[in-house]
């Protein structure tokens, strides 16, 4: 067991008092359980076990836990490793009590990825990590005396009772980081970048691109920091790549300040911008397609801050467009936050994009005199179509909690994180018109990301924890009857939750308003 564990354990009574929502806008959904433990979650992925059942593991200012889900609907804590296991050396004290000052923790993992085969976790550590900056260089000590290191854990999950970290690899980058080739390799990518990287020789000014690690001894990892991918994705200018999800065909799309572009990492296939064809590798990715979004959906001229993004294809795609199998659609999140009064309404929505003419290179050549965008097919945003942000509504102009986050996809139906706008859930057949068919909103939650397996739904929630859902017969009915549902307006008491936590987390400066800190 874990330093950390039994704590955790022992106070787990306490927390279950505040387990079930005074209140909550729900459709179609039904809440099964509350992990309030897990206060802070970022990220849940899963692992699945030959003699056992499926664990869940969830990430988050705490560190990482591991769940058994043999009971699906009510996970039971396993193991964990903490912050006190995830401290370095020169690392301040570790606090996780808001009372006595700014949190100073792991940070922050998002989208955390698994290696099925070899049972491991892949924990990215931001510079942000226990009182980090992003303005400061790595072992350059800011004022409260941090680090500011980034890099990746190497954590061994064979026994997911016995968590195991095994290594920590040090990086130029530290936000994310994703399996490519089979998880032999990694992408590691963000955040905004140092004083120093901005400048000559790196020119990093938009934020930093990705490192490739070498994961094929787990531990004995071997990073490439000065062969950076994915360079130039501003319109010409490197800026932040923020993410990458690989699609069922192995191309890994990299979404950040600028859009979203897919390359090869495997294989011999014909690379537009040199116009033959090469051998791609994770350190010379092959162009495939992908580009930034208009004015019109993110309200820049620069082609948006794709967050994350998936495109469906083949046999796993919705069948209701013969465009999603062909692979020619794109799903994407713009994080960006505007004033709360405009609650999504001009930026950090859900888009469907066509890719259809991005095949030539096209995001590669674009430039601030030339730039080149996707077409939009659809869009969804809780503003307008229903009541959670009326016009004229009493709301805590600090409280701009509204942007599209992390999805989940199976098949045609989305589930989709929108911070203090809860989960919605999604039906994307049509691409032209995603219908919301559930939504869960508590009055005192702020959502990160949810999670579809295995007929549950998993959320991150910053302040509720982890919260265990399950689709009702409502939700059958409204998907197959094309009805779209709508949510109400705010209670009173969830527009009180939302201005006290406007004082509570404010998007970090460094990245343009992107990315929510504790302050």
Same mark, same amino acid.
């Given at each position: 067991?874990?330093?950390?564990?039994?704590?955790?354990?022992?106070?787990?009574?306490?927390?279950?008092? +505040? $387990?079930?929502?005074?209140?909550?806008?729900s459709?179609?959904?039904k809440?099964q359980?509350? /992990?309030?433990?897990?206060?802070?979650?970022?990220a849940?992925?899963?692992l699945?076990?030959?003699?056992?059942?499926?664990?869940?593991?969830?990430?988050?200012?705490f560190?990482?836990?591991?769940?058994s889900?043999?009971?699906?609907?009510?996970?039971?804590?396993?193991?964990a490793?903490?912050?006190?296991?995830?401290?370095?050396?020169g690392?301040?004290?570790?606090?996780l009590?808001?009372?006595?000052?700014?949190?100073?923790t792991f940070?922050?993992?998002?989208d955390?990825?698994?290696?099925?085969?070899?049972?491991?976790?892949?924990?990215?550590?931001?510079?942000r990590?226990?009182?980090?900056?992003t303005?400061?260089?790595?072992?350059?000590?800011?004022?409260?005396?941090?680090?500011?290191?980034?890099?990746?854990y190497?954590?061994?999950a064979?026994?997911?009772?016995?968590l195991?970290?095994?290594?920590?690899q040090?990086?130029?980058?530290?936000?994310t980081?994703?399996c490519?080739?089979?998880c032999?390799?990694?992408?590691?990518?963000?955040p905004?970048?140092?004083?120093?990287?901005?400048?000559?020789?790196?020119s990093?000014?938009?934020?930093?691109?990705?490192?490739?690690?070498?994961l094929?001894?787990?531990?004995h990892?071997h990073?490439?920091?000065?062969?950076?991918?994915?360079?130039?994705r501003?319109?010409?200018?490197?800026?932040?790549?923020?993410?990458?999800?690989?699609?069922?065909?192995?191309?890994?799309?990299?979404?950040?300040?600028?859009?979203t572009?897919?390359?090869?990492?495997?294989?011999?296939?014909y690379?537009p911008?040199?116009?033959?064809?090469?051998?791609?590798?994770? /350190?010379?990715?092959?162009p495939?397609g992908?580009?930034g979004l208009?004015?019109?959906i993110?309200?820049?001229?620069?082609g948006? +801050?794709?967050?994350?993004?998936?495109?469906?294809?083949?046999?796993?795609?919705?069948?209701?467009?013969?465009?999603?199998r062909?692979?020619?659609l794109?799903l994407?999140?713009?994080?960006?936050?505007?004033?709360?009064?405009?609650?999504?309404?001009?930026?950090g929505m859900?888009?469907?994009?066509s890719?259809?003419?991005?095949?030539?290179?096209?995001?590669?050549?674009s430039?601030?005199?030339?730039?080149?965008?996707?077409?939009v097919?659809?869009?969804?945003?809780? +503003?307008?179509k229903?009541?959670?942000?009326?016009?004229?509504?009493?709301?805590?102009?600090e409280?701009d909690f509204?942007?599209?986050?992390?999805?989940?996809?199976?098949g045609?139906?989305?589930?989709?994180a929108?911070?203090?706008?809860g989960?919605?859930?999604?039906?994307?057949?049509?691409?032209?018109?995603?219908r919301?068919?559930a939504y869960w909103?508590?009055?005192?939650?702020?959502?990160?990301?949810?999670?579809?397996h295995?007929?549950y739904?998993y959320? $991150?929630?910053?302040?509720?924890?982890?919260?265990?859902l399950?689709?009702?017969?409502?939700?059958?009915s409204?998907?197959?009857g094309?009805?779209?549902?709508?949510?109400? $307006?705010?209670?009173?008491?969830?527009?009180?939750f939302?201005?006290?936590?406007?004082?509570?987390?404010?998007?970090?400066?460094a990245?343009?308003?992107?990315?929510?800190?504790a302050?």
């Amino acid at each position: 067991m874990s330093r950390g564990l039994r704590a955790a354990l022992g106070v787990v009574g306490a927390l279950l008092v +505040f $387990a079930t929502p005074a209140g909550a806008a729900s459709k179609n959904v039904k809440l099964q359980d509350n /992990l309030p433990e897990a206060k802070y979650a970022t990220a849940i992925n899963f692992l699945q076990y030959k003699h056992s059942a499926d664990v869940m593991l969830v990430t988050g200012r705490f560190g990482l836990k591991s769940y058994s889900l043999r009971d699906p609907a009510h996970p039971r804590l396993l193991d964990a490793i903490d912050n006190e296991d995830l401290r370095l050396p020169g690392d301040p004290p570790t606090n996780l009590d808001e009372s006595k000052g700014p949190l100073s923790t792991f940070w922050q993992n998002e989208d955390m990825d698994v290696d099925q085969d070899r049972k491991l976790a892949l924990i990215s550590r931001d510079p942000r990590s226990y009182l980090g900056t992003t303005s400061d260089d790595p072992g350059q000590p800011n004022s409260t005396g941090a680090t500011n290191i980034a890099g990746v854990y190497i954590v061994d999950a064979k026994d997911p009772g016995h968590l195991k970290l095994l290594t920590f690899q040090p990086l130029p980058t530290g936000h994310t980081t994703t399996c490519i080739n089979g998880c032999r390799w990694l992408w590691t990518g963000g955040p905004a970048s140092t004083t120093t990287q901005k400048q000559p020789p790196l020119s990093w000014v938009g934020g930093r691109p990705l490192i490739v690690t070498d994961l094929r001894d787990p531990r004995h990892p071997h990073a490439y920091p000065k062969q950076p991918v994915d360079l130039f994705r501003r319109d010409g200018e490197t800026a932040y790549s923020h993410d990458v999800q690989v699609d069922d065909m192995g191309i890994a799309w990299v979404s950040g300040d600028g859009g979203t572009r897919g390359y090869w990492t495997d294989g011999r296939h014909y690379d537009p911008i040199e116009g033959s064809r090469r051998t791609a590798t994770p /350190l010379d990715p092959v162009p495939y397609g992908g580009g930034g979004l208009p004015e019109s959906i993110t309200n820049d001229k620069v082609g948006g +801050f794709e967050h994350n993004a998936w495109r469906p294809v083949g046999k796993n795609a919705p069948r209701g467009d013969k465009r999603y199998r062909k692979g020619e659609l794109l799903l994407a999140t713009e994080e960006d936050f505007g004033p709360a009064a405009e609650g999504c309404s001009k930026q950090g929505m859900f888009s469907i994009s066509s890719l259809t003419d991005s095949y030539d290179g096209d995001a590669w050549r674009s430039t601030a005199a030339n730039p080149y965008r996707l077409k939009v097919v659809g869009t969804w945003n809780p +503003f307008g179509k229903e009541g959670s942000r009326p016009v004229g509504a009493p709301i805590d102009p600090e409280a701009d909690f509204c942007s599209a986050h992390y999805f989940d996809v199976d098949g045609p139906v989305v589930s989709y994180a929108w911070y203090g706008e809860g989960t919605r859930f999604l039906d994307i057949n049509d691409p032209a018109n995603p219908r919301q068919f559930a939504y869960w909103r508590p009055d005192d939650g702020i959502v990160w990301a949810s999670y579809l397996h295995r007929g549950y739904v998993y959320t $991150a929630d910053h302040v509720r924890g982890v919260d265990v859902l399950k689709f009702t017969k409502g939700a059958v009915s409204a998907r197959h009857g094309r009805r779209a549902v709508v949510a109400p $307006a705010p209670s009173a008491r969830h527009r009180a939750f939302m201005s006290r936590w406007a004082w509570r987390l404010k998007a970090d400066p460094a990245t343009g308003g992107i990315c929510y800190l504790a302050i």
